[in-house]
């Protein structure tokens, strides 16, 4: 399912709701994404979602103790499958990330005024992934901000149909993004 599916039953086909994509190429967004959901927290905004964690220890390898966050209450899952001694990669634990997604779409139903997801990657470019939640949350009307690596743009245009914005990776634009997303006027 694209995004676009979402817009098939409104006759008026005007978007369903702001989604975005924050572009990053080395410097992986969590940290932007876990800092803009705590001042907004802070707020008094109502955002779920997760980013995704790496213990420092992990920075040689791709998947050691990779891990998703959840915003809203911190809770910690680990998603990747070591494939053993020797290895240079892992496996996506798709059980894992499926209770995730499941979690996600709880926290859509109580209410959000923001999802952040911590990446649009192969799993969602393979149909699978929180493409579900994604769309739970446009037919909801709730904004959603994730990562794009450039690797992964030809598949977001496939699945967003020119329905997403891509952001800069600063606050200052997510800001304006959301404020933009919710209908807030800026002052001049």
Not at 4 to 9: A, F, H, I
Not at 120 to 128: I, L, Q, S, Y
Not at 154 to 182: C, K, N, Q, V
Request: some cysteine; glycine content about 10%.
């Amino acid at each position: 399912m694209t995004a676009q599916d979402l817009l098939s039953d409104r006759p008026d086909r005007a978007p369903i709701g702001p989604l975005a994509a924050i572009l990053y190429q080395d410097t992986p967004p969590d940290a932007l994404l876990a800092g803009f959901a705590r001042r907004l927290i802070a707020q008094g905004l109502r955002v779920g979602g997760v980013v995704q964690e790496r213990p420092a220890t992990a920075a040689g390898c791709r998947c050691a103790e990779m891990a998703l966050l959840a915003l809203a209450s911190g809770h910690r899952t680990p998603v990747a499958q070591p494939l053993g001694p020797g290895s240079t990669g892992c496996r996506l634990d798709f059980g894992a990330l499926a209770q995730v997604a499941q979690d996600l779409l709880g926290e859509i139903d109580a209410g959000l005024d923001l999802l952040i997801l911590n990446r649009f990657g192969k799993a969602e470019a393979e149909g699978r992934g929180f493409r579900d939640v994604i769309a739970a949350a446009l037919a909801r009307e709730i904004p959603v901000l994730t990562a794009l690596h450039p690797r992964n743009l030809p598949d977001w245009i496939r699945f967003t149909e020119g329905a997403a914005l891509l952001l800069m990776p600063d606050e200052t634009t997510l800001h304006h993004w959301l404020d933009d997303s919710r209908g807030v006027a800026h002052a001049a």
